[in-house]
């Protein structure tokens, strides 16, 4: 049975992120299908240039969760009750949407599936990840060791089946449940004995200035953009994160750049 990276796209904003990470995975030269999981939020218009890169198109539903379990996980809602205080999620970040996710386990013509967020590159080739057991999830590391304690669902490696996701539909619309990081929670809770990755599989861009000295541009196999997207015009850390967001610019509009020449972060070793 063949692998596949997936992605999900649940407006305009994703599908062009999902551009830049297909783009980024190509480069790599993985013979990986790269699967684009697409809700009804997105238009067939924006689907095309993922179509042109050969990606499949597979569209998915939200999932049949109830109208309480849907009414407190709605962005007014659960950003009210447990708000981001490390950064900034966008507008269009849509908290339903990423239960969505969890459609990549009736992807069962695939044998392993790598899910990688839309908002994030591979900088070079990481399938070797298809030899990682289900579940395996870097940490959600991106201030200070502390982090390791959980995972971060950017980048996860999993096993498609049709018995695991019934499961997960059973464990998630519980009486009352409220997951506060969304599908990260959930996962993290549905596989309490989840496998670490490398964080290098999942640097996530805030360890750019919060961690400098973890930063290894020879090292890094997936780059996640999470908070604010490279792609926001009023992205409020840009100055910042400036050459992470040039890169990403880059991989979006098919320009190839050495990783190897890109700066390290200030107070890098």
Same mark, same amino acid.
């Not at 596949?4 to 994703?14: M, P, R």
């Not at 409020?236 to 190897?260: T, Y």
């Given at each position: ?14 599908t062009m992120g999902a551009m830049a990470l297909a783009r980024s995975i190509q480069r790599t030269g993985t013979h990986a299908d790269i699967v684009v999981l697409h809700t009804g939020g997105v238009s067939q218009d924006d689907l095309l240039p993922l179509q042109s890169l050969g990606c499949r198109m597979v569209a998915v539903e939200h999932l049949p969760l109830s109208d309480a379990f849907n009414e407190r996980h709605a962005r007014r809602n659960l950003h009210g009750a ?31 599936? +790598? #899910? ?5 590159? /591979?900088?070079? *080739?990481?399938?070797? &990840?298809? @030899? ?66 490398? +964080? #290098? ?5 805030? /360890?750019?200035? *919060?961690?400098?000295? &973890?930063? @290894? ?53």
């Open positions: 049975m063949a692998n596949a990276f997936v992605t999900l796209v649940t407006n305009a904003d994703y447990a708000p981001f205080t490390k950064g900034r999620k966008p507008n269009f970040h849509t908290p339903l949407d990423n239960f969505c996710k969890l459609r990549l386990w009736q992807l069962t013509d695939y044998q392993t599936c +790598v #899910f990688i967020d839309a908002d994030a590159l /591979v900088l070079k *080739n990481v399938d070797k &990840l298809f @030899d990682y057991p289900e579940f395996s999830a870097a940490p959600n590391l991106y201030e200070s060791l502390a982090d390791f304690r959980r995972l971060n669902s950017g980048v996860f490696v999993a096993k498609p089946s049709l018995a695991t996701f019934e499961a997960m539909l059973v464990a998630l619309d519980q009486p009352d449940a409220f997951w506060r990081r969304t599908d990260q929670t959930f996962l993290e809770a549905f596989f309490p004995d989840w496998h670490g990755l490398p +964080v #290098f599989m999942n640097m996530l861009q805030y /360890v750019w200035f *919060n961690m400098p000295g &973890l930063w @290894d541009w020879r090292s890094i196999g997936i780059l996640h953009y999470q908070y604010e997207k490279p792609w926001e015009t009023d992205h409020p850390r840009s100055n910042e994160l400036k050459p992470l967001i040039d890169l990403w610019h880059a991989f979006h509009d098919g320009r190839v750049i050495d990783i190897r020449s890109l700066p390290p972060p200030a107070g890098a070793a």
